[in-house]
């Protein structure tokens, strides 16, 4: 069914539609060396560029771009940058209890490193420190976030008033407040800052540079070729070059709306003073926030999988998606009714069975990687940084000695099992949505063996 609020969305990643977006670094031609080759320019790759400079000053770096920095997942996501390492505190506590304290206070102090960074180069990314609140929508919903309440240090629960003083939906039954652990960006332009850190710190960039082949300690792409002593793949969804991490991780589309700026008495009939990051407490939720100029992003829901892990930018329009979106836009905010939408996309992320990132190494030490982050990789990318560095420099820290680091997730099956596994894990978590919560016997088995999916 269309929906007339998106009769004029274009079908353009908002973030990027930017006039300050950055004219592109020239493609690598010809043969080159460097002591640290970075594939892929989105966060992990940004970050651990910068990261390596600054920790080892004296490195000669190069990255290596596909398309342009901050094209893919870095730039077009809803900028919710979270102290959580482990998507969520409740999947961390869930498989590393013993070290859920230090996986916190890492969290958060990367959260901090992440500040410090965007205030000591001056990037103009609208970093705010709104904070989330998680809402409740079904009954079931206040239960949960009521026992994460008592788990979690710092979160306060909130009744369905103070909930609807805070941000006015009907369809809100209570909330949990998170007033640290939420940060919110502006995705495209912070990876375009960190880029510009990068450039100014004498790391080389090639955009339009797709690494085709890995041998050894060889780079090569079709026009160029980059002999490093290290290398990290900061590739994320797409194919890796090291084929074994293939079965790791899916990509997975997530899909986005935003909406006209709102006017003051638009704003006002929905409050929302402290413009938090906003998600719901579905297994299927959406998240939501404003932007600087008082638009609404509005994206979630529903993670689409496609046969053999495809990628395809036609994937990135859904109609029947994005008006689904639009509608459950207005069921939450009826006062907006007659609001348009201005954009609308998607991307893709690279889920992993524990929902979080992995990482490892491979050619006796030289290379590293990290990947998984699933959803939620803004803030988590620049630890993955780090942990790549430590790893890929033998340095024994906090970071490596963590379970977390140290231990892989199961892989995901192959085809045909996968995408059916895929779906059917998809429509489980639908169907407990609308059963009061309630998960089927292939939920209950999959949280045994701790394997999952989400977004
Ligand atoms: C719609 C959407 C919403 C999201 N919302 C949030 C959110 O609100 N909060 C949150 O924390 N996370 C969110 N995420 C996830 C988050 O954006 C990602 O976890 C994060 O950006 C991952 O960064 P990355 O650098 O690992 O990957 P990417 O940004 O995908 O970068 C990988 C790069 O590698 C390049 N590349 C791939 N193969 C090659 C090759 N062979 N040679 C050279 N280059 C290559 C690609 O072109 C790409 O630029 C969202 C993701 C999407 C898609």
Redesign the pocket.
């Known amino acids: 069914m269309k929906l007339a609020a998106l009769a004029d969305a274009e079908p353009r990643v908002f973030w990027l539609d930017d006039k300050s977006a950055p004219v592109p670094e020239s493609a690598l031609l010809g043969p080159t060396t460097a002591d640290l080759a970075i594939?892929?320019?989105?966060?992990?790759?940004?970050w651990t560029a910068l990261r390596a400079k600054e920790r080892y000053p004296h490195l000669d770096v190069v990255i290596?771009?596909?398309?342009t920095?901050?094209?893919?997942?870095?730039?077009?996501?809803?900028?919710?940058?979270?102290a959580s390492l482990t998507h969520g505190f409740a999947n961390g506590q869930a498989r590393w209890p013993s070290e859920i304290a230090s996986l916190e206070r890492l969290g958060a102090e990367n959260l901090s490193g992440i500040a410090d960074t965007i205030a000591r180069y001056g990037i103009d990314c609208d970093w705010q420190r709104p904070g989330e609140l998680t809402v409740a929508t079904a009954p079931h919903h206040m239960s949960e976030l009521a026992s994460e309440a008592e788990e979690r240090p710092g979160v306060t629960l909130l009744d369905q008033d103070a909930a609807r003083a805070e941000l006015n939906s009907p369809t809100y039954l209570g909330a949990l407040h998170d007033p640290q652990g939420t940060a919110l960006v502006e995705?495209a332009r912070l990876?375009w800052g960190l880029r510009d850190a990068c450039l100014q710190l004498g790391v080389r960039i090639h955009e339009h540079?797709?690494?085709?082949r890995l041998h050894g300690h060889l780079l090569s792409?079709a026009t160029g070729s980059v002999r490093a002593e290290r290398i990290a793949l900061?590739?994320?969804?797409?194919?890796s070059?090291l084929r074994r991490l293939r079965l790791y991780t899916v990509p997975v589309?997530?899909?986005?709306l935003v909406t006209e700026p709102l006017s003051s008495a638009q704003l006002a009939s929905i409050g929302w003073r402290h413009r938090q990051g906003v998600g719901d407490a579905s297994n299927l939720f959406h998240?939501y926030r404003l932007t600087r100029d008082d638009r609404i992003l509005w994206?979630g829901y529903t993670p689409l999988y496609h046969f053999g892990s495809r990628i395809d930018p036609a994937f990135e329009q859904r109609d029947s998606i994005h008006a689904m979106l639009g509608r459950h836009f207005f069921t939450t905010f009826p006062q907006l009714e007659g609001l348009r939408f201005t954009h609308r996309?998607?991307?893709?992320?690279?889920t992993s069975t524990r929902f979080c990132a992995f990482f490892g190494t491979a050619h006796g030490g030289n290379l590293a990687y990290?990947?998984g982050?699933?959803?939620?990789?803004?803030?988590?990318?620049r630890f993955?940084a780090d942990v790549i560095l430590d790893l890929l420099y033998a340095e024994d820290t906090d970071r490596t000695r963590l379970r977390m680091v140290r231990e892989r997730p199961l892989p995901f099956p192959p085809e045909p099992i996968r995408a059916a596994a895929i779906h059917l894990t998809r429509w489980s978590m639908h169907r407990a949505d609308t059963h009061a919560g309630k998960r089927n016997l292939w939920l209950r088995t999959l949280d045994k063996l701790g394997l999952g999916f989400d977004f």
Not at 69 to 82: E, I, L, T, V, Y
Not at 209 to 212: D, L
Not at 253 to 256: G, I, S, W
């Open positions: 594939v892929g320019g989105g966060y992990t790759g940004l290596l771009e596909a398309d920095c901050g094209s893919a997942a870095s730039g077009r996501n809803g900028g919710f940058c979270d995705p990876a540079s797709r690494v085709n792409t900061a590739t994320n969804a797409f194919p070059l589309y997530d899909l986005v998240y994206g996309w998607g991307g893709v992320i690279d990290a990947l982050y699933t959803g939620l990789g803004v803030g988590a990318t993955g």
